[in-house]
């Protein structure tokens, strides 16, 4: 039940653009994305909700294709401090206690 | 201060020893779980809690047990710990108030079992 994440890893310079695509086997309520500097704790970026519009922060958004039961993460001119390994996080069930799934991770480097 | 706190940061121990992590949390949620990341496998949930009654086993939750004291704490132990255990810890908690279960993350406990 934990998501696929795609690319593995990805290298790019500064201003280049990204997409990190996450997908599910399962039915999905819920899209989480994070974002995790080495060593640190991982940080919420942004949720997708079944039913919901597009995310954005920033240079980052995010799309969910219920149908496809897959959300992708788009990295818009990256800088330096994008750099670090992504994580979607999925639910199958919205509030009802179901268990919430972490993909394998994304490593992005972003270079000058 | 920190929402969500983990004590130790860093333990090294023996194979066959008990093992505590301890997390406690500032933010008033019910909702609270332990994952362990090892590299390449991303993050995997252990145990949840639900509130202080309600404990749940994630994926991998052989080998290891919890103790959720109140609604602030959530330990986490290795009854006796074995090499493969060795690994970084996170304690997180989410609100159920909320639609979904965002998740927010304690520092970690780095965890190596020689």
């Known amino acids: 039940q934990q998501p696929v994440q795609s690319p593995q890893a990805v290298i790019l310079r500064e201003g280049e653009d990204a997409v990190i695509n996450c997908s599910s086997s399962?039915?999905?309520?819920?899209v989480h994305w994070y974002r995790q500097k080495h060593g640190e704790a991982p940080i919420f970026l942004m949720i997708?909700?079944?039913?919901?519009e597009q995310k954005g922060h920033d240079k980052i958004s995010a799309s969910f294709n219920e149908k496809k039961q897959q959300s992708s993460l788009y990295l818009t001119a990256s800088q330096l401090s994008y750099s670090g390994t992504y994580f979607c996080g999925t639910e199958n069930g919205g509030n009802t206690g179901n268990q919430f799934y972490f993909g394998t991770g994304t490593s992005l480097t972003v270079i000058p | 201060d920190a929402d969500v706190t983990q004590t130790p940061r860093n333990r090294i121990t023996k194979t066959g020893k008990r093992i505590m992590l301890e997390c406690s949390q500032t933010k008033g949620h019910d909702r609270m779980y332990w994952y362990r990341q090892d590299p390449g496998l991303g993050l995997r949930l252990i145990y949840y809690?639900?509130?202080?009654?309600?404990?749940n086993k994630g994926e991998i939750s052989d080998g290891y047990s919890v103790s959720r004291q109140a609604q602030a704490k959530f330990s986490l132990s290795l009854e006796s710990a074995i090499p493969n255990q060795t690994a970084l810890y996170f304690c997180?908690?989410?609100?159920?108030?909320?639609?979904?279960?965002?998740?927010?993350f304690g520092p970690g406990t780095r965890l190596t079992v020689l």
């Open positions: 399962k039915a999905l309520y819920s």
């Open positions: 997180a908690t989410s609100d159920p108030g909320s639609n979904t279960d965002t998740q927010y």
């Open positions: 809690s639900f509130d202080v009654k309600d404990i």
């Open positions: 997708l909700l079944k039913g919901g």
